[in-house]
C-alpha cells in the first residue's frame, strides 16, 4: 500500500502542465529487490507506488527516477518504477565494472538515459576513473549524459574531469555547497565556472541538503545558476531525501520554485523544456 499523503500540506505554487520532478528515487521493496551487499546505508522502502502517491499529491506530471547507491548497479527496482508508466518516468542508471556492454542497450530500452557516478565521500569516495572512461564511451552513441553527484569542496579539482567529458554532465543538488557559506565560496565560484560551459547542467535541487527549513539560503544559489545557465537546469524533490538531517516537506521544497524563478518563463524552462529536451520527454 502507498504512502498516505493526503494529510500533509499541498503546495501554494501550482506546478504547470508536464512539470518534472528531475531527481527522486525508489528503494525497494527491498523484499523483492534487495539492496546492494556493500552498501553505505538501508533506507526505508520506498517503493514506486509511494512516487507515484506524491507526485499525484504535489502535481507533478513526469519524474526522473535515480538510482541510488544503496541499490548498487542493480538497476530492476528503477527500471520496474518506470516500466510502470513509461511515458511519464525516465532513468538515470548506475553501472559497475562488471557491467556488460549488451546492458547498456536494454537499459536503453527501459527508459534510462543517463549514469550517474558518486564522488561523495560518505558513500565511498571517488569511483574508479577507469570505469567511468568506458561508460561514458559507450552511452555517448546512445545519447546519454553522465551525472556528478560530487561534494563541495571536490569542485575545484573534478574540474577538469568535468571538462573533459565529451557527453553532457549532469552536477547533482546545486554542487551541494553549504548555504551558510554564502554565494562567494570557492567550491560554489568553481560551480558556476563549469555551469558557463555549454555541456554541463546543474540540478537546483538539494535545498534541504545545502540548508534548514524553510531553506531561504538556497534561493541566492539557486538563481545564480538559472542566471548563468537557465537552460541546463533542472529541477526535483529528491524524495524519499536518503542520508537526510531531517524531514523534509516536499510541499516546502516545490514552493521554493517560483523563489527561484519568479518568472513563469523561467519556471516552464526549469520544471518543463528542460529536461523534456534532456530526457526525450514528449
Known sequence: MARDFSQRRKPQFQLPPGATDAHCHVFGPGSVFPYAPNRRYTPEDAPKEDLAALHKHLGVSRAVIVQASCHGSDNRAMLDAIASNPKIYRGVGIVGATTPPTDYPKLAQGGVRGIRFNFVRHLGGKPDLDLLETAVRRIKPLGWHVVFHVDAPDIEDLSDLIL?????????????????????????????????????????????????????????FARKLLEVAGDRTLWGTDFPHPNSTHEADEADLVDLVQKFAPDPAMQKMLLVDNPAKLYGFI
Do not use: N
Open 164 to 220: 573533459k567529458q565529451t557527453v553532457p554532465v549532469v552536477i547533482d543538488h546545486m554542487g551541494r555547497v553549504p548555504a551558510k557559506d554564502g554565494v562567494d565560496q570557492p567550491p560554489f565560484k568553481a560551480l558556476l565556472k563549469l555551469a558557463e560551459h555549454k555541456h554541463v547542467w546543474v540540478k537546483v535541487c538539494g535545498a534541504e541538503r545545502i540548508s534548514m527549513p524553510p531553506y531561504d539560503e538556497a534561493i541566492p
